[in-house]
């Protein structure tokens, strides 16, 4: 079992910060592909940053020069630093995670999504 907690959402003024971080927990072998989703009100779950574990980026044009996305592999935590807010960056935010993890004896590959975290950005 993995459990992937996210923490730091809230509510902040259009041009401000907001840093949200993920902590993975559980059976953990290793820890490939890290990122963040966001889902905006009434709209599909789209890809915001993702992060390797050798610490390679990829992020959506949308967020491109605002949003840094990074990762501290020794305590398997996620984090994605939000800067110069947009009111369309208003979303749950989802943290993911790709991994090998075991159950007894037993080895297996999977992925898997934190709870969400509310962003709202607004004045």
């Known amino acids: 079992q993995v459990q992937l907690v996210e923490s730091g959402g809230g509510l902040v003024q259009p041009g401000g910060s907001l840093n949200i971080s993920c902590a993975a927990s559980?059976?953990?072998?290793?820890?490939?592909?890290m990122g963040w989703f966001r889902q905006p009100p009434g709209k599909e779950r789209e890809l915001v940053a993702v992060?390797?574990?050798?610490?390679?980026?990829n992020y959506a044009d949308s967020v491109k020069g605002r949003f840094t996305i990074s990762r501290d592999n020794a305590k398997n935590t996620v984090y994605l630093q939000m800067n110069s807010l947009k009111p369309e960056d208003t979303a749950v935010y989802y943290c993911h995670a790709d991994g090998s993890y075991y159950s007894g004896i037993f080895g297996y590959t999977g992925a898997s999504w934190g709870q969400g975290t509310q962003v709202t950005v607004s004045a």
């Open positions: 559980g059976s953990i072998l290793s820890i490939n592909g």
């Open positions: 992060i390797t574990s050798g610490g390679s980026t």
